[in-house]
């Protein structure tokens, strides 16, 4: 990484508890091409003026994680079509001023699930309905799958989630088992209320043929540990980070790495 001056670019994310893992792959990849870039993760105290921020001081590309991705909508200038179509941001770039919203988790989704060739016919449940269950609905209604039921406690979003895609709703699992299992909520996350909860019973767990937990940190997760002992089949979240993370640097500085450079900075990530 270059000494600090004033002529760097800066990126950013912002999220309620940040990790290391975009910090770490964003700037090994700065390294490895020879920019003058830096990355630094952020826990706003207010999201709206954080944003502002971005745009004031010409930060050139900023990250959003939960709980923000659709707070900042209200706050960008443009929705590109990949945020417009879920009403979800993860990804905002700066060009002079002028903010513009992407949503790059459902990019990931959509190719995790066809590098790992998951069939369509599978029954699927997916817990939560937020931004990135948002994402994670989409993504299983443009591949093709038809079965899938949102768990969610709130009617409101949860329903309307489900009913936007032409999916089902109910609000608590109530025994309910299903081929592929996806957790979208913050169960499990390292450094939250419930870092060492199983978000799907082991019964679901164990009923299952894939589980996919979209928790990025820790990479195995309780669920993922779960799935692991129970002989099942996993991707992860550290799958998506890597995936999302890449797709954002690709529009934060017009460059795609290689696929081994790649690979250097997610084993970086990972090493932590």
């Not at 893992?21 to 020879?34: C, M, P, S, V, W």
């Not at 959003?64 to 905002?92: G, H, Q």
Request: hydrophobic fraction near 45%.
């Amino acid at each position: 990484m270059p000494i600090l001056n004033k002529d760097m670019t800066l990126c950013i994310s912002l999220s309620a508890r940040p990790s290391n893992n975009g910090t770490r792959f964003h700037n090994h990849l700065y390294e490895q091409l020879g920019l003058n870039w830096i990355y630094k993760a952020f826990a706003p105290a207010n999201l709206e003026q954080a944003i502002a921020g971005v745009r004031g001081l010409g930060i050139r590309g900023c990250a959003v994680s939960m709980p923000y991705k659709e707070d900042v909508i209200a706050l960008v200038d443009r929705m590109d079509p990949s945020a417009l179509a879920i009403d979800s941001v993860n990804t905002i770039v700066n060009t002079d001023g002028h903010l513009t919203a992407y949503n790059t988790d459902y990019t990931a989704i959509e190719q995790l699930l066809a590098t790992n060739a998951v069939p369509t016919g599978y029954s699927v449940l997916v817990q939560g309905a937020g931004g990135m269950a948002k994402a994670t609905v989409a993504a299983l209604r443009d591949a093709g799958f038809r079965n899938v039921t949102v768990i969610a406690r709130n009617e409101g979003t949860g329903r309307a989630l489900a009913e936007q895609y032409g999916f089902h709703w109910q609000p608590a699992l109530e025994g309910a088992t299903a081929d592929l299992i996806i957790n979208v909520t913050p169960i499990g996350m390292a450094g939250g209320a419930e870092a060492d909860a199983l978000s799907f019973p082991q019964e679901t767990v164990d009923a299952a043929r894939l589980v996919f937990d979209v928790v990025a940190l820790p990479a195995e997760t309780p669920l993922i540990r779960a799935a692991r002992a129970a002989g099942k089949p996993v991707i992860t979240g550290a799958e998506v980070a890597t995936i999302q993370a890449l797709e954002q640097f690709v529009l934060y500085t017009g460059i795609r790495p290689s696929p081994e450079q790649v690979r250097a900075a997610e084993e970086f990530m990972r090493a932590q």
